[in-house]
């Protein structure tokens, strides 16, 4: 039996260290994110570090532009790393797996010379072959094991003298691990508890490239090991490849660190993983920022872009698969840090909720003060090119706030605020706007004429005091008034929109809806 034993006390009193290290074949998915946050609260909670590492060993699927892209998004997040890419280089570099190449071969000849590994000179087609083999044979699944490798081409079935010949000669060859036949390996994982596998159920994977790359497996524990990574928290769709590690930690005699394989992000519509597919189908982001594709041209949309604050995006994330065990739902970043807790994450997949992502921002929204409303709004008009009286911004903004969810809404609901409307909601105006309507607004125009301060309080007790000497009730007259001057059946206080709106443009907009409603 292989064991793999690592108690939080033992490695609780060194250091906590750990790492977020992606590959980048693409933009980073929101599921990495919440790994890289995952990651990083954890570090922090315990005043330890955490590393960012570029995984690049399959140089086949390295797309440009992408690293620049994870960092980009992390540092949008505020997950700024303490050490590796974008943090300091601590004697552990380089942080790049690539720029890493020459160290690797040490650690696969330390292997090798230890008979815990093999090198093996079968070609893609040869490989293929023995897999329709076995599938015309009713063999599911064939493997590179204990078994088969007898019957294949490597150091193992031929002579020494050929294997020397073959490398010298430049035959391509690539290098697996020995596993032992029949033997269990257990590790405990802090979210999963005992995982055990048998040996039996496994394969000899690569762990060294024909083209001289190391696989993730080994370049993963060779760089684990030498930073000195002490909790391993990754996405669960590694937890089949850990029982693989847990036996490369026991080939060179190191110690495990803890495993803790976070749940997936599922879709919320059905089972399966989240994929930019469900967003593209249900209009959600499922990038942090916009990527643009190099291959392509085309451009996925990400938070940022889409409006979000990257707090509420942060506090979305980390509630999916995690929960504080308390009511609360509102933290920002040091209020999950302390917060966290690796043991109350779930085992089970998490659903997506766009819709209480949205309610996050919305909060996060409503939270800003008057001047960063303003600043908000003001970035919207000068993207669509419109004037406005920078004097009322702070008051406009505060009002459509309440109905916002995103920066731009600030605009789309109070786009009444800087344009006349053309348009006048159907349905209200069928409802409310009655024979009567055309002569009050007509009354409340010359109202409002005569008014020396045109500010909300006067305008009210203006308005209410027509309510009151023709004894009508505000439904009567509300709806119409409201409709005249917004072109909407609801919205903010209309004493507030007046104000804001000025005298003479409240004059022109009731004769306009006078002339146009009749």
Request: with cysteine.
């Amino acid at each position: 039996m292989y064991l793999c034993v690592n108690s939080n006390d033992t490695i609780m009193s060194s250091k906590v260290r750990v790492r977020f290290a992606p590959s980048p074949t693409g933009p980073l998915h929101i599921g990495g994110v919440r790994t890289a946050l995952y990651n990083y609260l954890f570090a922090k909670k315990h005043g330890g570090d955490f590393l960012l590492r570029i995984e690049d060993t399959d140089q086949t699927r390295f797309v440009a532009g992408a690293e620049k892209y994870i960092i980009e998004s992390l540092a949008w997040c505020g997950i700024s790393p303490d050490e590796g890419i974008g943090g300091e280089d601590r004697g552990n570099g380089p942080y790049r797996q690539s720029e890493r190449k020459p160290m690797y071969r040490q650690y696969v000849d330390q292997l090798l010379a230890n008979e815990k590994a093999y090198i093996a000179f079968d070609t893609a087609d040869e490989l293929d072959a023995m897999r329709q083999l076995a599938k015309d044979a009713g063999a599911a699944n064939w493997q590179y094991n204990y078994i088969t490798r007898g019957n294949m081409k490597n150091s193992l079935t031929l002579p020494k003298e050929e294997v020397e010949a073959k490398i010298g000669g430049g035959e391509p060859y690539v290098v697996r691990i020995k596993l032992p036949r029949d033997h269990e390996v257990r590790f405990e994982d802090t979210i999963r508890g005992w995982v055990s596998v048998n040996t039996n159920n496994m394969d000899d994977k690569v762990l060294f490239k024909s083209d001289g790359m190391p696989t993730y497996h080994l370049a993963n524990i060779v760089d684990d090991h030498l930073m000195g990574i002490t909790h391993v928290i990754r996405g669960e769709e590694w937890l089949p490849s850990a029982p693989l590690h847990v036996m490369l930690y026991d080939a060179f005699g190191w110690g495990c660190p803890i495993f803790a394989h976070l749940p997936l992000l599922l879709k919320p519509d059905g089972p399966g993983k989240l994929s930019k597919r469900d967003g593209d189908r249900l209009g959600f982001p499922v990038f942090p920022i916009d990527w643009n594709s190099p291959e392509t041209g085309e451009t996925a949309s990400g938070y940022r872009e889409f409006g979000f604050y990257p707090g509420a995006f942060i506090n979305m994330l980390a509630l999916l698969g995690w929960n504080p065990g308390t009511e609360q739902e509102i933290f920002d970043l040091q209020g999950l840090v302390d917060a966290f807790d690796l043991g109350k994450v779930s085992k089970s997949g998490a659903k997506f909720d766009f819709e209480k992502g949205k309610w996050f921002n919305q909060l996060y929204l409503r939270a800003l003060t008057e001047e960063q409303l303003a600043a908000e709004l003001k970035k919207e008009l000068d993207k669509e090119g419109l004037t406005y009286n920078e004097a009322h911004l702070g008051k406009i903004a505060t009002m459509m706030s309440e109905r916002a969810t995103f920066p731009k809404d600030l605009l789309t609901e109070g786009l009444f605020l800087f344009s006349t409307p053309s348009e006048y909601n159907e349905k209200t105006a069928s409802k409310k706007w009655t024979a009567e309507s055309a002569g009050m607004m007509q009354d409340l125009a010359t109202r409002f004429k005569i008014l020396d301060a045109f500010t909300e309080e006067h305008i009210e007790a203006a308005f209410k005091a027509y309510l009151e000497e023709k004894e009508l009730g505000f439904g009567k007259v509300g709806p119409s008034f409201r409709l005249a001057l917004t072109g909407k059946g609801m919205g903010p206080s209309m004493f507030a929109i007046c104000e804001v709106l000025g005298k003479d443009e409240v004059l022109a907009r009731i004769e306009k809806a006078v002339a146009i409603l009749g």
